[in-house]
């Protein structure tokens, strides 16, 4: 379906993107104008082609005891990529692994830790896998919004410069 989607499948999922838990298909049909069973359909539809691919909750992790949330940046070698990162995933603590197109840096590795100590365990079985760690960076703050591409299209007269052309 991918590159098909109209109007109503960007709608919905624009929607479930904002609040997926709390928005309902009656409350998604109103604000798209059309039925909830149409709404239902297309969430069904989206979900078999695996354009929906889950639900996931947002954790505030510092309120489970894991205030630290760090990205190490890592290199590995290409040949060697996909088996590093099978090794990275294996690690407790590691959450998310982004990998890169190419040339160096191209493992972004994001891991929680219950403070410093725990960090440097995590760092030192990093070293452990046959990368290379060029950075690491705490992050203080992670923010997330829906992606707009998904939203209303933007209107011709929104679109108009300031001299109305």
């Known amino acids: 379906?991918?590159?098909?989607?109209?109007?109503?499948?960007r709608g919905v999922l624009y929607l479930l993107q904002q609040d997926a838990r709390?928005?309902?298909?009656?409350?998604?049909?109103?604000?798209?104008?059309?039925?909830p069973s149409?709404?239902?359909?297309?969430?069904?539809?989206?979900?078999?082609?695996?354009?929906?691919?889950?639900?996931?909750?947002?954790?505030?992790?510092?309120h489970t005891g894991f205030p630290l949330l760090a990205i190490f940046i890592v290199t590995a070698a290409p040949a060697d990529r996909?088996?590093?990162?099978?090794?990275?995933?294996?690690?407790?603590?590691?959450?998310e692994?982004?990998?890169?197109?190419?040339g160096n840096e191209n493992i972004h590795v994001n891991v929680l830790a219950k403070d410093?100590?725990?960090?440097s365990n995590i760092s030192d079985k990093i070293h452990a896998v046959d990368v290379?760690?060029?950075?690491?960076?705490?992050?203080?703050?992670?923010?997330?919004?829906?992606?707009?591409?998904?939203?209303?299209?933007?209107?011709s007269d929104e679109t108009e410069s300031a001299d109305g052309t």
């Open 132 to 155: 290379e760690i060029e950075q690491t960076e705490l992050t203080k703050q992670c923010r997330t919004q829906p992606v707009t591409f998904f939203s209303d299209p933007i209107s």
């Open 1 to 9: 379906m991918g590159s098909n989607l109209d109007d109503i499948d």
């Open 116 to 119: 410093n100590c725990h960090l």
């Open 82 to 95: 996909a088996e590093a990162v099978e090794h990275l995933l294996e690690i407790d603590g590691v959450f």
């Open 22 to 35: 709390n928005t309902t298909a009656i409350d998604m049909a109103e604000e798209l104008d059309v039925s």
């Open 38 to 62: 149409t709404v239902r359909n297309r969430i069904d539809q989206l979900e078999e082609d695996d354009v929906l691919a889950g639900y996931h909750p947002q954790i505030n992790y510092e």
């Open 97 to 102: 692994i982004r990998e890169m197109l190419g």
